[in-house]
């Protein structure tokens, strides 16, 4: 019986036995780039959720404020005398000052703190908490005359003594910061002539 050359043979499951594997590791590079390709679409998607719910908050917070504002200029629509009872009179003759953020001013009394009621603006669900706002009542001044362009020298009106009016100032905000914790917190402030 003739034999087989091993030789030959052995060469080629020789060569066979010196793959390392490469295919394998390039496999696994490739799932390892793919993986983080996928975490960082969902990292990005997941801050688009935060940004935009963000945003949305806000804009509930913003239409909050306005309606407090709305509400507060009613109530000075409403009011007679020139300080009406509560209203923060600040006016130069009270002896109080007129600070720029009422809210965190301490001799503001919590009474001339009003919350917006129910029956006037309901938030909803979405609000951290129902808009406030403060009136400040700035005092008597003479009301501003827009200028005019005048096509003659002839003084038109009379007299040049200036009408006066009451000026308040409105401060609104979403909610009590305390109240709302972490969430949007939107202030407006408007000065109103009655």
Known sequence: MSRLPVRGL???FQSRSHQRGVALAVALIL???VTLVGLA???GTIMQQKMSANFYDRQVAFQSTEAAMRQAALAV???TGAAP???FDCSSGSGNVCQSNPFTDSNVPSSNIFTVANSAYKAGNM???EPQYIVQYMGNFPTPVPPVKQTSHTSYGGSSIKPTAD???ITARSGDPAVIGGRANVMLQSVFRN
Do not use: T
Request: cysteine-free; aromatic content about 14%; overall charge positive.
């Open 10 to 12: 052995s060469g080629r």
């Open 31 to 33: 799932l390892v780039v």
């Open 41 to 43: 679409a969902v990292s």
């Open 77 to 79: 629509q409403a009011a």
């Open 85 to 87: 009872a509560g209203f």
């Open 127 to 129: 609000a951290a908490s």
């Open 167 to 169: 000026f308040y100032r």
